[in-house]
């Protein structure tokens, strides 16, 4: 499985985003899909995770009510909504793939490049 992400840019807080993560390959719709953002100088985090049936969704408890991850495995695709954004939403952003990923980095297999999510105050 490859992972593109995008979606990335600048916004003032309050704003909203909404990043895509296209990924190739004919397992897509059999894995589970997380996004992590990573901050400058700080580790990389679990932001949100949905399972392959899009039945079950889990969120850090830092962006609960303010994002939402939906996928379309139709279009290969992964999206996290982002509203009410915070200037400490400020990170490159990660979408990853995995048989059973939940909130653990080496829960997952594949991961993306990356975009990158700059909140102004």
């Known amino acids: 499985v490859q992972l593109q992400a995008s979606g990335g840019g600048l916004v003032q807080a309050g704003g909203s985003l909404r990043l895509s993560c296209a990924a190739s390959?004919?397992?897509?719709?059999?894995?589970?899909m997380g996004w992590f953002r990573q901050a400058p100088g700080k580790e990389r985090e679990f932001v949100a995770r949905?399972?392959?049936?899009?039945?079950?969704?889990v969120y850090a408890d830092s962006v609960k009510g303010r994002f939402t991850i939906s996928r379309d495995n139709a279009k290969n695709t992964v999206y996290l909504q982002m509203n009410s954004l915070k200037p400490e939403d400020t990170a490159v952003y990660y979408c990853?793939?995995?048989?059973?990923?939940?909130?653990?980095?080496?829960?997952?297999?594949?991961w993306g490049q990356g975009t990158q999510v700059t909140v102004s105050s």
């Open positions: 990853a793939a995995g048989p059973v990923g939940l909130r653990l980095r080496d829960e997952y297999d594949y």
């Open positions: 390959g004919r397992t897509f719709s059999s894995y589970a």
């Open positions: 949905i399972v392959w049936s899009a039945s079950s969704t």
